[in-house]
């Protein structure tokens, strides 16, 4: 959970705010968690009709003003448990406000509330994730997604259009608010890579939007940023460090972001954002006097130790003259940076100390993400769309294709992917116009029989089904069955992905003979290529058992819908969604042949696993379960 460091003013006398805040009044704390980007000190007030249990989620002080009665009983039971609410006299407010801003300007300096964004590696890589309290705190195949989306924004040629196209999102982000706007009109005259550093530190729009951005991963923005880590990156080459430093960064964590860190000492982690640090120790300490923090929350120093010899890491550099902060020894260590975390210890001052040591990409426990080797623009693309994030996706193409010219071959990956990503989007019209630009230069480019076509021809024909455009899409099934077969054979194992397309179509135009034709053509190949338990042999029985239900040839089709069972059961968890319909397509059959006693029978085994995988009101278990009441009435 993101702190905020705000403070919730709850009274009737709201109109009295001082002229350091802007007021925003919410009854939902996400509200409050979208604007905190906007606020350059303070300059946010929520409103939340006494929600102090939830209030403080989100921020580590709340100062109420006495003399609402309304809300008194809800404030004396918030205050037995959250230490972080104090109640002021309205006498006080000024002195307050004034006490605020110097505090608030001490916690901007430090960064100490600013949100990192950390990746850990977990070796074993099961590809999941698990988001503590939405801290951006990743784990597992997110490292190496986290890690070269970095080394793409460095890598990855900018424009100035784009430059020009953030800066007038930002004008629209920040149109109600003069002082942003003003700090905008000074960034579009006078930024240059000389300055990046300079608004790094400086507590403006560009330094929260970014941050922001990168914990949330927000493609456009990062995108339109790629010149801003450009300049930090070449700042950071010129004036990187030469000789070992140790330093300081002072933060907060929440207990359970605390206890993922506990458990993962030993481990590589990623430091996804520009990691801001200090070389004086009691500087960095001195900041946690400006905090007020939560039971719930802890007090951390990090402890860096850095070798700048080590080969294969992210520059950083001593960069106090560069900054625009003063009265700091500032060190900046890249975005995508990566340490071992060495150790954990509670300090008896109250904090906890967590050390940090630099390490290179050549680590042995990252050998196995190979994420030197695996760089490149295609294959980060590739890894997008593996993880399922389309509209991330979309975004990343759409800046990598004008990057690529016509004639490299590397353009028509980037069209077939943009077509997938758009037709997993739904977005069929604007898909298949990628794909057949993708067609028009693999015709160029490629011999007319080479098989790198027949997936764009594939991909194509599966749009035309998906529109119902039956003979289109047999035209451009059978033109990717005539690569294959002339460069494979006819019983090569690519054909039998072929066979059952053109299956699909005749079966969705109710031509059966056909279509079990076709299945049965899949069906010989899969049989002659794989053993007796390979789910792709399963689903063929099951296509040709279901094409002999539409014939009425129920012996048939009960002898192979029994086969593929057979072959689930043997293979998969006996709580499998494809063991529970292919049990549903035998009761089926059962049902057709009036058999209700054998159609009872497998509907409540179907029914059983349903129940198991599925909620209570998931159609699929509601439309069983009035399935077997309409057959009990029959036996």
């Known amino acids: 959970m993101e702190l905020m460091n705000s403070i919730f003013l709850k009274s009737s006398a709201?109109?009295?705010?001082?002229?350091?805040?802007?007021?925003?009044?919410?009854?939902?704390?996400?509200?409050?968690?979208?604007?905190?980007?906007?606020?350059?000190?303070?300059?946010?007030?929520?409103?939340?009709?006494?929600?102090?249990?939830?209030?403080?989620?989100?921020?580590?002080?709340?100062?109420?003003?006495?003399?609402?009665?309304?809300y008194e009983a809800a404030f004396n039971a918030a205050k037995l448990q959250y230490k972080s609410i104090h109640a002021i006299e309205l006498s006080q407010y000024d002195e307050l406000a004034s006490q605020i801003g110097h505090d608030q300007e001490r916690r901007i300096k430090a960064k100490i509330d600013d949100p990192l964004s950390i990746s850990i590696l977990d070796e074993n890589l099961t590809n999941t994730s698990n988001n503590a309290e939405d801290c951006s705190t990743i784990i597992d195949y997110d490292f190496a997604y986290s890690y070269l989306l970095?080394?793409?924004?460095?890598?990855?040629?900018?424009?100035?259009?784009?430059?020009?196209?953030?800066?007038?999102?930002?004008?629209?982000?920040?149109?109600?608010?003069?002082?942003?706007?003003?700090?905008?009109?000074?960034?579009?005259?006078?930024?240059?890579?000389?300055?990046?550093?300079?608004?790094?530190?400086?507590?403006?729009?560009?330094?929260?939007?970014?941050?922001?951005?990168?914990?949330?991963?927000?493609?456009?923005?990062?995108?339109?940023?790629?010149?801003?880590?450009?300049?930090?990156?070449?700042?950071?080459?010129?004036?990187?460090?030469?000789?070992?430093?140790?330093?300081?960064?002072?933060?907060?964590?929440?207990?359970?972001?605390?206890?993922?860190?506990?458990?993962?000492?030993?481990?590589?982690?990623?430091?996804?954002?520009?990691?801001?640090?200090?070389?004086?120790?009691?500087?960095?300490?001195?900041?946690?006097?400006?905090?007020?923090?939560?039971?719930?929350?802890?007090?951390?120093?990090?402890?860096?130790?850095?070798?700048?010899?080590?080969?294969?890491?992210?520059?950083?550099?001593?960069?106090?003259?560069?900054?625009?902060?003063?009265?700091?020894?500032?060190?900046?260590?890249?975005?995508?940076s990566l340490f071992r975390i060495i150790n954990i210890q509670h300090d008896n001052n109250s904090f906890v100390i967590i050390q940090l040591k630099l390490c290179s990409q050549n680590e042995q426990d990252l050998n196995i993400l190979k994420l030197s080797d695996q760089f490149d623009f295609i294959s980060f693309g590739q890894l997008i769309i593996d993880r399922k994030k389309f509209d991330q996706a979309q975004i990343y193409y759409n800046y990598l294709i004008p990057q690529i010219s016509d004639d490299n071959a590397d353009i028509t990956i980037c069209y077939d992917a943009l077509g997938y990503v758009l037709s997993e989007k739904h977005q069929y019209s604007s898909s298949l116009k990628w794909y057949e630009k993708s067609l028009v230069i693999k015709k160029k480019l490629f011999d007319p029989y080479d098989s790198r076509i027949t997936s764009t021809y594939n991909s194509i024909a599966s749009l035309h089904l998906i529109n119902n455009d039956y003979n289109r899409a047999l035209e451009f099934y059978e033109k990717a069955l005539e690569i294959l077969q002339r460069k494979y054979g006819d019983d090569h194992p690519r054909l039998s992905e072929c066979y059952n397309n053109m299956a699909m179509v005749h079966k969705n135009q109710e031509h059966y003979r056909e279509a079990l034709n076709f299945y049965n053509k899949a069906l010989s190949i899969y049989e002659k290529h794989n053993d007796d338990n390979n789910i792709n042999l399963a689903l063929s029985y099951n296509n040709v058992g279901l094409i002999y239900r539409h014939l009425t040839e129920y012996d048939l089709a009960l002898e192979y819908c029994n086969r593929s069972l057979k072959i689930y059961e043997s293979i998969l968890p006996l709580k499998h969604s494809l063991i529970s319909m292919t049990l549903e397509n035998i009761a089926n059959i059962y049902y057709d042949k009036e058999d209700f006693r054998q159609a009872f029978k497998y509907y409540e085994k179907a029914a059983k696993i349903y129940r198991h995988i599925l909620p209570s009101t998931h159609p699929d278990v509601l439309q069983i379960r009035m399935i077997i009441k309409k057959i009990e009435a029959k036996i």
Request: charge should be positive.
């Open 14 to 70: 709201l109109a009295l705010i001082h002229p350091i805040f802007s007021l925003y009044v919410s009854e939902y704390p996400d509200e409050c968690t979208a604007l905190s980007m906007l606020s350059p000190v303070l300059k946010l007030a929520c409103f939340l009709k006494a929600k102090y249990d939830q209030a403080t989620d989100f921020v580590d002080q709340i100062s109420v003003i006495k003399g609402n009665k309304r």
């Open 150 to 336: 970095v080394n793409c924004l460095v890598k990855m040629k900018s424009f100035y259009s784009e430059k020009k196209e953030l800066i007038k999102l930002c004008e629209n982000i920040y149109k109600e608010n003069a002082s942003e706007l003003s700090i905008l009109e000074e960034f579009t005259k006078e930024y240059s890579s000389l300055k990046s550093l300079f608004w790094l530190t400086r507590n403006s729009f560009i330094h929260r939007l970014i941050n922001k951005a990168i914990r949330i991963k927000n493609f456009r923005i990062l995108f339109l940023s790629r010149f801003y880590f450009q300049d930090i990156y070449q700042q950071l080459e010129k004036h990187k460090c030469f000789k070992s430093i140790r330093v300081y960064r002072s933060y907060h964590l929440s207990t359970n972001q605390l206890n993922l860190l506990e458990n993962s000492i030993g481990k590589i982690i990623s430091i996804n954002s520009f990691f801001l640090t200090n070389l004086n120790r009691r500087q960095s300490i001195s900041y946690f006097k400006e905090s007020i923090l939560n039971d719930d929350h802890h007090a951390i120093l990090f402890e860096i130790d850095a070798d700048p010899r080590l080969n294969s890491i992210q520059p950083f550099a001593n960069i106090t003259s560069l900054s625009y902060s003063v009265g700091e020894q500032i060190v900046l260590f890249m975005s995508g």
